[in-house]
T-cell receptor, first 115, second 114 residues
Framework: AQSVTQLDSQVPVFEEAPVELRCNYS??????LFWYVQYPNQGLQLLLKYLSGSTLVKGINGFEAEFNKSQTSFHLRKPSVHISDTAEYFC?????????????FGTGTQLKVEL | EAQVTQNPRYLITVTGKKLTVTCSQN?????MSWYRQDPGLGLRQIYYSMNVEVTDKGDVPEGYKVSRKEKRNFPLILESPSPNQTSLYFC?????????????FGAGSRLTVL
């Protein structure tokens, strides 16, 4: 069974500063990796995904993430955050050979951007 | 507009009073799923459906039922709600059950059981 760890439950950062949200996963098979964002009072929407190929993936709103197989990590980064990036961010994995689109989520990281 | 629609968005009920949260998608997706979101626990899968008349348990199915009689609808039924089912519920769908497919989420249904 797969699992996802997001060690930081909250990350405060000033506007225009860089940010990294950490995600580590555990799985005995190959995985697909996702970052979803949840703005206040909304559902989740996809930021970016890693399926195969280049380990650096770019998503919407200037976010990017790097898949590191040896460290089983998929950290999310943005070089300069904006107030509108304040939201909760979820890392998620699904197994390549799994059925039922079993997406396992981390516990989420609340990003709070301050002026 | 392609979307997943959940109703009601907010509901307060009492212990034991049966309720149904509806979910409908207009994207002709085969796969649908229900999650609950609780503080500090992230999202946990309740039930999923790989196609019409095919449903299966997720990680936390106790106290819930689902049905998939039509491709577009996937209602979540709480036969006898209890306070530990107070949560934020999300319905999601994807084209197929294959793991690479991106899930489209509804806006959520906040349920309080007194």
């Amino acid at each position: 069974a797969q699992s996802v760890t997001q060690l930081d439950s909250q990350v405060p950062v000033f506007e225009e500063a860089p940010v990294e949200l950490r995600c580590n996963y555990s799985s005995s098979v190959s995985v697909y990796l996702f970052w979803y964002v949840q703005y206040p009072n909304q559902g989740l929407q996809l930021l970016l995904k890693y399926l195969s190929g280049s380990t650096l993936v770019k998503g919407i709103n200037g976010f990017e993430a790097e898949f590191n197989k040896s460290q089983t990590s998929f950290h999310l980064r943005k070089p300069s955050v904006h107030i509108s990036d304040t939201a909760e961010y979820f890392c998620a994995v699904s197994e390549v050979t799994g059925g039922g689109n079993k997406l396992t989520f981390g516990t989420g990281t609340q990003l709070k951007v301050e002026l | 507009e392609a979307q997943v629609t959940q109703n009601p968005r907010y509901l307060i009920t009492v212990t034991g009073k049966k309720l149904t949260v509806t979910c409908s998608q207009n994207m002709n997706h085969e796969y649908m799923s229900w999650y609950r979101q609780d503080p500090g626990l992230g999202l946990r899968q309740i039930y999923y459906s790989m196609n019409v008349e095919v449903t299966d348990k997720g990680d936390v199915p106790e106290g819930y039922k689902v049905s998939r009689k039509e491709k577009r609808n996937f209602p979540l039924i709480l036969e006898s709600p209890s306070p530990n089912q107070t949560s934020l519920y999300f319905c999601a769908s994807s084209l197929t059950a294959e793991g690479a497919n991106v899930l489209t989420f509804g806006a959520g249904s906040r349920l309080t059981v007194l």
